[in-house]
């Protein structure tokens, strides 16, 4: 994994909440996240996210793209 899922909360400034995936990757591209959080963003399961906490969770608990 090339980012730690902890540390998202900072690439989602901005946001607000509930926000799509493709809110959350617009706002993680313009707050500079590594492609690899942009890319996990994509593949997660939920189609909307009430808060940047239940983003975190997601992330921790996708499988890692290989």
Not at 17 to 45: C, F, H, M, Q, W
Request: aromatic residues 8%.
């Amino acid at each position: 994994m090339d980012f730690n899922p902890d540390d998202a909360h900072q690439y989602f400034e901005g946001v607000e909440y509930p926000a799509s995936k493709a809110d959350l990757i617009s706002a993680a591209e313009g707050n500079n996240a590594p492609d690899a959080l942009v890319d996990r963003i994509g593949t997660l399961g939920r189609p909307e996210f009430s808060s940047s906490e239940e983003v975190v969770e997601e992330l921790r608990a996708s499988p890692q793209s290989t």
